[in-house]
């Protein structure tokens, strides 16, 4: 292994969410860790002609006027409008004022979303093959191109570092934190605001998900033998990082430390998941935090709620754990706040957080009858007070990419 | 004499497996055939296109091991629902 010179800690010092279950990081948490499911019937003008009739989506009460002014408003896809919301919660959170000493220049933003502006992509296409207009809204690139999310914050606070999206479907947020992470490791950076967003739930997405014959007709069943498949979601989740030192000299409260990333491709096949792919995602993370797998209490496991994934992801876990595997807490949280895709690895990580922090892991809820495919403690339906040391993230995306967060608690 | 719904539904699994139509037996699984994963969902895809229908959701199993023959009884009844409606058979 080469050596890596004068790499530094990572911390996260803020945190901000919309999500199924509301508007901030704190609702998400504190509904995640009583087990509340935000999975409904799917609100849409469509849905009396499509097939999928569930879905988790944010409630109508967020209202994207109440942090946004109108001027940057008319700029924003619906995606954009998650993250900048979830942005000013994270960077209000962290204390940051970037007003200040020049710190925007070494501040990076990296927005993870899995297909960006979808909303209005699917609007303007619908004006112009379904209504024959012959005009596209003039605001229709500025609202769909990926990077907008980033941009909007960039923008926001004057943060001129380095800024850019990344899109790796499923694992787009946590590929997206862990570049943010590098960058402060490695002084690109003294401070990042990075995380995922993904608002997809149009009619074409759906159709194109239904096609796929991968979407659940009850509920998210993660890691039970009645597991129909997934439930689309949506949503954002944004974070500050910093340099331990930067957090540490400016009196920072630090929710935990960002310790190791991992990140690897199956190159196997473009839908089903590979538990060797996996698992190497996992070592990777663990090694690079200076971890040993029995140092790891909880897995916020991928945990789609597929007959594929949940029971790959098991094996994986066995592979990367070997005999400590039976002795974690595994949980899918996605069995309540949905599939948001791009952004699911951000909510999760909130998810993380909360445990690492208050020392409560978040269940899996819906599991009510074990595979024994799926042989793990997944903390079924009731939430669990534990000490969490450290904490892993898994994310696994179509195309076979795995992104792999290893966390401590605050030092 | 217009081709039965067998006949019909083996000769899209042939196309896409590419191989001889006479070699699938009701009792095949698409898995058997080489059809898997995505190409199954392709295959289903094609037969719904084809009758102008569309599978419920599928209850958990998965389409690659299921046999052809299901397969065909899973398109009659489909059409049969259909003609029940009254909206008449493509």
């Keep these: 292994m080469p050596t890596v010179p004068q790499m530094r800690r990572v911390v996260i010092t803020g945190m901000g969410a919309i999500s199924p279950l509301g508007v901030g990081a704190e609702t998400l948490w504190q509904g995640l860790r009583e087990g509340r499911s935000a999975i409904g019937p799917l609100r849409h003008p469509d849905a009396y002609r499509l097939r999928v009739k569930i879905a988790a989506q944010v409630p109508d009460s967020f209202d994207p006027t109440s942090n946004i002014d109108e001027r940057t408003l008319i700029m924003l896809d619906r995606t954009s409008e998650f993250a900048l919301h979830a942005a000013r919660e994270a960077i209000a959170q962290s204390g940051l004022d970037f007003s200040q000493d020049e710190l925007g220049v070494r501040t990076a933003v990296v927005v993870g979303t899995g297909v960006g502006g979808e909303n209005t992509q699917d609007e303007q296409s619908k004006r112009l093959y379904g209504d024959n207009s012959p005009r596209a809204h003039p605001l229709t690139i500025v609202r769909v191109m990926t990077n907008a999310s980033a941009s909007h914050i960039s923008i926001a606070y004057g943060l001129r570092g380095p800024t850019f999206a990344v899109a790796s479907a499923c694992a787009s947020a946590n590929h997206a934190i862990i570049q943010a992470a590098q960058m402060i490791r490695y002084g690109m950076a003294d401070v990042a605001v990075t995380g995922g967003t993904e608002a997809c739930l149009t009619y074409g997405a759906l159709r194109s998900w239904e096609a796929m014959r991968v979407l659940a007709d009850d509920t998210c069943r993660p890691f039970s033998i009645n597991r129909r498949g997934l439930v689309l979601g949506e949503g954002a989740g944004i974070f500050v990082l910093e340099s331990m030192e930067h957090a540490q000299a400016r009196g920072a409260v630090i929710l935990a430390e960002l310790a190791g990333v991992g990140m690897t491709a199956d190159a196997t096949d473009i839908v089903m998941p590979n538990a060797t792919g996996a698992a190497a995602a996992m070592t990777q993370a663990l090694n690079d935090a200076g971890l040993a797998p029995q140092d790891v209490d909880y897995i916020n496991a991928h945990g789609t709620g597929t007959q594929a994934n949940d029971s790959t992801e098991t094996r994986a876990i066995r592979l990367a754990f070997g005999s400590h595997a039976d002795r974690l807490a595994v949980s899918s949280t996605k069995s309540m706040h949905g599939h948001a895709l791009g952004a699911s690895g951000a909510l999760e990580l909130v998810a993380v957080i909360g445990a690492l922090r208050d020392g409560a892991v978040p269940p899996t809820a819906n599991l009510d009858k074990a595979d024994p495919a799926c042989d793990l403690d997944y903390v079924p339906n009731i939430g669990r007070e534990m000490p969490v040391r450290a904490a892993v993230s898994n994310s696994f995306a179509f195309g ?12 | 004499m217009t ?7 083996f000769a899209i699994i042939a196309k896409q497996a590419k191989i001889d139509v006479a070699t699938i037996k009701p009792e095949s699984t698409l898995k058997d055939l080489g059809i898997e994963s995505l190409e199954a969902i392709e295959v289903i895809f094609d037969i719904e296109e084809h009758f102008n229908i569309t599978f419920p959701d599928q209850q958990g199993a998965n389409f690659d ?17 259909k003609a029940a409606e009254g909206e008449g058979s493509k």
Excluded: F, M, Y
């Design chain 2, 3 to 9: 081709d039965t719904t067998q006949q019909q539904v």
């Design chain 1, 400 to 411: 076979g990419l795995n992104a792999v967060l290893a966390l401590k608690r605050a030092p």
């Design chain 2, 65 to 81: 091991t299921d046999t052809t023959q299901s397969l065909v009884d899973a398109v009659q009844k489909a059409l049969d629902e």
